[in-house]
């Protein structure tokens, strides 16, 4: 038997949880911003299907992707050098949910759904306006636009256009990932940094992303998308390099972690920031993602919440020159 929490309840002891469904631990309570922030902060996080009792979990083992260790293929690092695209952090959160939330074909060709509902959407979006709660989003050019030449209008595939995006966006936006080669065409001035939308502009969609919550250096992963060959993969490899660098480059946090006498735990988990990826999946896996206890987990964990919250979520430029 599990607890049942009433709003105001404590979470019991993550060893508590149950082995079979592995990780479960307590059913009700809220969404509320404290009661989420109150979970991460203590390994935990929500999972159930609409309709469904609100479910927490914190599985043993625990899934988690350590920075360094993200594994860039071969053909993974051909896309993130000549794919036209651009990374962009906090712009387009509810879209990123909402994306997350979509069905999805499954390998028989039929769809399956999600348990990213409106409840979950509303809950992690007071999260996101409070500063916790983030998205990586990839940006990419149309399959096709328009373009306004002489009083014409030309569509083009994108494809045959690669060219003279990349030397607009190369110029006008740095916070972009292109190749770079000579263009007669004249794009629209976008100054760097600014929030204007450069989808207007360049005609860019959302292919894919991710969305997490963010306490000091953890960032607790909760689902991603790609409606695009690759997408998912750019946005998580961008996040992974730029946490690593977070680590390296105390600059950019008011304060920086107490450097730990042990540099690597005794499981091998170096002391650096993680991102909890929950469950095991092949395709993590994949990605350099492994499992530790829950007991490392938590305590490193524990480390890491008490860091010095990142004060500005956006990422270097220059993280796959």
């Excluded at 599990?2 to 307590?26: C, K, M, Q, Y």
């Amino acid at each position: 038997m599990i607890p049942w929490l009433s709003d105001n309840a404590p979470f019991p002891p993550v060893e508590h949880a149950l082995r079979t469904p592995n990780g479960l631990l307590a059913a009700g309570g809220n969404l509320s911003v404290p009661r989420l922030l109150d979970a991460y902060r203590h390994g935990i996080f929500p999972w159930f299907n609409p309709g469904e009792p609100i479910l927490w979990w914190s599985p043993d083992p625990r899934m988690v992707l350590i920075p360094s260790e993200f594994k860039i293929s071969r053909s993974l690092a051909k896309v993130l050098r000549n794919t036209p695209y651009e990374v962009r952090t906090d712009t387009a959160f509810e879209q990123v949910m909402r994306s997350c939330a979509a069905p999805r074909t499954n390998h028989q060709g039929g769809h399956h759904g999600t348990w990213i509902h409106e409840d979950v959407i509303a809950a992690y979006c007071a999260l996101h306006q409070l500063g916790y709660a983030h998205s990586v989003e990839v940006w990419m050019p149309k399959k096709s636009f328009q373009l306004q030449i002489g009083g014409e209008t030309m569509r083009q595939q994108a494809n045959d256009m690669d060219s003279a995006i990349s030397t607009a966006m190369s110029a006008r936006c740095p916070a972009t990932k292109l190749s770079s080669c000579d263009s007669p065409v004249e794009w629209p001035v976008v100054t760097p940094g600014s929030q204007r939308s450069i989808a207007e502009e360049l005609e860019l969609e959302l292919v894919g992303g991710l969305y997490g919550v963010c306490i000091g250096h953890m960032f607790y992963g909760e689902s991603m998308f790609s409606n695009a060959s690759n997408a998912s993969k750019i946005a998580l490899a961008h996040l992974a390099r730029q946490l690593e660098r977070w680590q390296i480059s105390p600059s950019s946090l008011d304060t920086p972690c107490v450097p730990c006498a042990e540099p690597v735990e005794a499981s091998g988990v170096p002391r650096t920031g993680m991102i909890d990826c929950q469950m095991n999946t092949p395709h993590l896996a994949s990605l350099g993602a492994r499992e530790i206890p829950r007991s490392e987990f938590i305590a490193r964990l524990q480390e890491l919440v008490h860091c010095a919250p990142i004060t500005n979520w956006q990422f270097d430029t220059d993280l796959f020159p």
